[in-house]
């Protein structure tokens, strides 16, 4: 079983430009979550979706980020216009939606605004 | 807003030495999650504790839900330089399922 697959791995973007971020939920799962991870921060909640929905955004900053998750194909997380802030690891989460059941993470994203 | 205060931010023990971390809550708990992170990975899920008292054990790792002292903690057991990482306990921020995350106890152990 293929756990939760992200990539690219390691981003690097020169400041105004854009970043996409891919992520395929486990198999089974309909619910997505992305992550953001900044030094001395600790992880912290952007967004959380289904297919075709976008189900809470309250951790998302309202301007240059948008999220989707297609019917067909992986979610996507993107960054417009980027800035040497957005530096920082972007995890993607997934799990089955029911009552109870843990969230599975993948490797992440490593993004490096140069 | 929930917050998650972990206790102690970093530890360095020798191998064979037990321990504990400890997840204190700002709100009442009613379940928490327990995950472990390897630099530049991501998390694995390592238990999930959903009532007061309850207590859950994998391999030389258990932990404890106090709901009483909204408080849980991780006890390693005998700890391995496999056990090395970030540990960091998060709960269910809402309705809408999005977890909040302590800050993370980093954990060294010394062969």
């Known amino acids: 079983n293929a756990g939760v697959m992200q990539n690219p791995r390691h981003l690097v973007r020169r400041r105004g430009q854009e970043a996409r971020l891919r992520c395929s939920p486990m198999k089974g799962h309909s619910h997505v979550y992305w992550y953001r991870q900044l030094p001395e921060e600790g992880l912290k909640f952007m967004v959380y979706l289904q297919k075709e929905n976008i189900i809470d955004e309250s951790g998302m900053p309202k301007e240059r980020f948008s999220a989707e998750f297609p019917k067909e194909g992986p979610s996507i997380l993107r960054i417009q216009q980027v800035v040497r802030g957005d530096s920082a690891a972007y995890f993607c989460?997934?799990?089955?939606?029911?009552?109870?059941?843990?969230?599975?993470f993948g490797d992440g994203t490593r993004l490096s605004i140069l | 807003s929930q917050e998650l205060e972990q206790s102690p931010q970093s530890l360095i023990v020798q191998e064979g030495k037990n321990l504990t971390i400890n997840c204190t809550s700002s709100k009442t708990l009613y379940g928490l999650y327990w995950y472990k992170q390897k630099y530049g990975e991501g998390l694995i899920f390592l238990m999930m504790?959903?009532?007061?008292?309850e207590e859950k054990s994998h391999e030389k790792i258990t932990a404890k839900l106090d709901e009483k002292k909204q408080q849980s903690s991780l006890h390693i057991t005998a700890s391995q330089p496999s056990h090395a990482g970030i540990y960091l306990c998060g709960v269910q921020g809402g309705s809408q399922g999005n977890l909040i995350f302590g800050k993370g106890t980093k954990l060294s152990v010394k062969p």
């Open positions: 504790l959903q009532k007061g008292g």
């Open positions: 989460a997934s799990s089955p939606g029911r009552t109870n059941q843990p969230q599975h």
